[in-house]
């Protein structure tokens, strides 16, 4: 599975656009690239997940370069919220097999300010 | 859509006692996962199941740690007996039977564990 690195904390204010990146070199071909959020006292919860390109849903944008060896989590106007760590995270899409699973960081923590 | 449920959310012991977490996945999830997640880290797996089968307890502490998924449905894991470093939030999380994109977990909100 590929090691992620991403930074350990960022600072924000509310209304700001947050990019957190991930670096990824050993990214593998079958591996998609995957961010968690976790509040305190709860469960990661799944944000987007993409392979190549950009994706977007209704929370972030995920940018993901041709080279696929880095990743940006995209969050736009964050708000106080927000305020949360975000795991990323790469594995294959292998349906229940063991080389499916996740292996999280320790993530990077954002803070939201107002 | 219930979410993943788990009991009890928060548990106090004393070192060589023994502990059980009850989780109940997602309705029709096949897949149950439980992570240990220590303060400051993030989330290790320590078994994955699919259906009642064991898929991957290779980080599971088997001296010590037990899991089980009757029917495959509800899963209960078991510290016996508990130590100091076991103190940590205990994650449950399911998945659904899809194929082809990275499947998603869903993950319940923890019992968190203190050993004394």
């Known amino acids: 599975l590929a090691k992620t690195t991403q930074p350990i904390s960022m600072d924000s204010y509310e209304g700001q656009e947050v990019n957190i990146t991930c670096s990824h070199n050993?990214?593998?071909?079958?591996?998609?690239i995957t961010w968690y959020q976790q509040f305190p006292s709860q469960g990661p919860r799944f944000i987007i997940q993409?392979?190549?390109t950009k994706v977007t849903n209704e929370v972030a944008s995920l940018f993901i370069p041709a080279d696929r060896k880095s990743s940006t989590l995209s969050l736009p106007r964050v708000s106080l919220s927000d305020t949360a760590v975000y795991y990323c995270?790469?594995?294959?899409?292998?349906?229940?097999?063991?080389?499916?699973?996740?292996?999280f960081g320790k993530g990077t923590k954002l803070s939201v300010k107002p | 859509e219930a979410g993943v449920a788990q009991s009890p959310r928060y548990k106090i012991i004393e070192k060589r006692q023994s502990v059980a977490f009850w989780c109940n996945p997602i309705?029709?999830?096949?897949?149950l996962y439980w992570y240990q997640q220590i303060l400051g880290q993030g989330p290790k797996l320590l078994i994955q199941?699919?259906?009642?089968?064991?898929?991957?307890d290779s980080q599971l502490p088997k001296d010590r740690f037990s899991a089980e998924r009757l029917k495959g449905v509800d899963s209960t894991l078991k510290i016996q007996p508990a130590k100091l470093e076991d103190s940590a939030v205990y994650l449950c999380?399911?998945?659904?039977?899809?194929?082809?994109?990275?499947?998603?977990?869903?993950f319940g909100p923890g019992t968190r564990l203190l050993v004394l």
């Open positions: 993409g392979y190549k």
């Open positions: 199941f699919q259906n009642n089968g064991v898929v991957d």
């Open positions: 995270l790469v594995g294959e899409a292998n349906y229940g097999g063991s080389q499916g699973n996740l292996i």
């Open positions: 309705s029709g999830h096949a897949t």
């Open positions: 050993n990214i593998a071909t079958n591996d998609y």
């Open positions: 999380a399911s998945s659904p039977p899809t194929s082809g994109i990275r499947k998603t977990q869903y």
